[in-house]
């Protein structure tokens, strides 16, 4: 943990929260990121809030917090001027001229094991966990480094994340071999003599990489190895990475009846109201999850053998796809993404002490319900 002595600036906030869920792994519709401000800006307090409305603005502003962090950006598309004809824009406008930074973590947070969904995991208590719908590349990162420097280098390209595979972390292979090399001229060898043909013990190693890790692993690669050329591929693997993707399925640890389970998910999510399909399973053990709006999952619940599948904003339709293979539970998109400020506050605390970050107090569900 970093004690907060010296200044903070929000590149610093930014780097602990896209080291928990790159932006690379957002969808291409997406706009999360910073919104507005300053990455080299100096800071002495953080808001939290789910939404971003121009109440959180006039929150942000009062209690005189340097960075707003949400995770709904203030706008995913683009704008062509900033009058003040939207609340989008007066929200920016504000933020602008109060120099608050606004940060968004969205589809990226979504798509993260310990993400929106996991933290509906964690209130329900599911074990067993796994990424319902896994996606991402993965690519085997390949590279031949001399026998008494292969152990530094390969540390530190694991040290950027890869080699991870279930659980299980800095997973490599290492084969010995004999690699071979003539220095012309002008160049600068680690080892041998320019002009005659060199022959080095060498260790190859393969490290599994996943896509939003593979820039970072070969700039540390080439910056640690002790060639002047070291010799790398990269082979873009037909699996999925595991940890990445949307929805979370796992098992409560007893199974429980369905009524009194689906009442346990009103109260657990605060909700108004629960919309949900046939009880057409006496226990449940099985649940599926996925914060915001998850029906373009229900087959991958329905697959996977989900007793139930808790999501936000079915459609009328949707709750067809049931067909009584499973209760389709809608608990609504805010409802199941309001906890995604306390994944932000324990990011933050666990890696700065001393440092004033708090909850909006606005609510900012635009839902109401009689």
């Not at 190693?205 to 060639?227: A, F, N, R």
């Not at 700065?352 to 569900?365: C, G, L």
């Amino acid at each position: 943990m970093q004690n907060q002595q010296r200044p903070l600036y929000v590149r610093d906030i930014l780097s602990i929260l896209e080291n928990f869920a790159p932006l690379s792994l957002q969808e291409s519709y997406d706009n999360a990121g910073l919104i507005c401000g300053n990455p080299e800006a100096e800071i002495h307090s953080v808001l939290l809030s789910t939404d971003i409305t121009e109440e959180v603005i006039d929150e942000a502003v009062q209690g005189g917090h340097d960075l707003l962090i949400s995770h709904h950006p203030l706008t995913i598309q683009g704008l062509k001027n900033l009058r003040p004809d939207s609340y989008v824009k007066r929200c920016l406008i504000k933020a602008i001229r109060h120099n608050l930074n606004i940060y968004s973590a969205h589809t990226n947070l979504d798509a993260v094991l310990h993400g929106v969904s996991g933290r509906m995991a964690d209130k329900l208590g599911l074990q067993n966990r796994k990424i319902l719908q896994p996606g991402g590349k993965l690519f085997s990162l390949c590279f031949y480094t001399p026998v008494s420097k292969a152990e530094e280098v390969r540390q530190a390209v694991l040290g950027v994340g890869g080699g991870h595979i279930g659980n299980y972390s800095h997973c490599s292979f290492n084969q010995k071999g004999e690699g071979t090399f003539h220095a012309e001229a002008g160049s600068h060898p680690y080892v041998g003599v320019i002009g005659t043909l060199h022959r080095e013990e060498e260790i190859k190693t393969e490290i599994t990489v996943p896509e939003y890790l593979l820039s970072q692993s070969i700039e540390t690669l080439l910056k640690v190895h002790p060639y002047e050329e070291p010799v790398w591929n990269i082979v873009n693997l037909d699996n999925t990475n595991p940890v990445t993707g949307f929805g979370i399925i796992g098992e409560l640890a007893e199974p429980a009846d369905s009524l009194p389970f689906l009442q346990q998910v009103k109260k657990t999510f605060r909700c108004k109201v629960v919309r949900h399909t046939a009880i057409c399973k006496s226990q449940i053990r099985k649940v599926a999850v996925c914060g915001g709006s998850g029906a373009f999952l229900t087959s991958a619940a329905i697959a996977q053998g989900a007793d139930i599948y808790i999501t936000g904003d079915y459609k009328y339709h949707d709750f067809f796809q049931a067909e009584n293979r499973l209760i389709l539970t809608d608990i609504g998109h805010y409802e199941s993404e309001q906890f995604t400020k306390e994944i932000f506050y324990e990011l933050v605390t666990k890696k700065i002490s001393n440092f004033a970050i708090q909850f909006s107090k606005v609510e900012t569900n635009p839902i109401h319900y009689l």
